[in-house]
Nanobody
């Protein structure tokens, strides 16, 4: 059974940093581009960042460019999201996602097959 598990969320003041992690059981990680998405209350799920299978290619939503960095460690089946200069508008539940056998990366949520349960990030002003 495929399982993506996020961790690292929490409460932080504006301007602070958090590092999210996503662990995969290993069943799909080695064949999957990965992405981070977020959903705030009353809003649709939106893209944050995505990364290729090798880790050499990334893409970011305009709202997080220059502040967030996605990375992956294929030896550990982990993907990370380093979030700096956090703002109150970054408050949301953050999800990692995988596209099994994906050949490209995408910021469209519909592209992804597998999703974690999410981790809450709250940024206070």
């Amino acid at each position: 059974q495929v399982q993506l598990v996020e961790s690292g969320g929490g409460l932080v003041q504006a301007g602070g940093s958090l590092r999210l992690s996503c662990a995969d059981s290993g069943r799909i990680f080695s064949s999957s581009p990965m992405g981070w998405f977020r959903q705030a209350p009353g809003k649709e799920r939106e893209a944050v960042a995505t990364i290729t299978l090798s880790g050499s290619g990334t893409d970011y939503a305009d709202s997080v460019k220059g502040r967030f960095t996605i990375s992956r460690d294929n030896a550990k089946n982990m993907v990370y999201l380093q979030m700096n200069s956090l703002r109150p508008e970054d408050t949301a539940v953050y999800y990692c996602a995988a596209k099994r056998f994906g050949t490209t990366i995408s910021l469209r949520p519909r592209y992804y097959d597998y999703w974690g349960q999410g981790t809450q990030v709250t940024v206070s002003s």
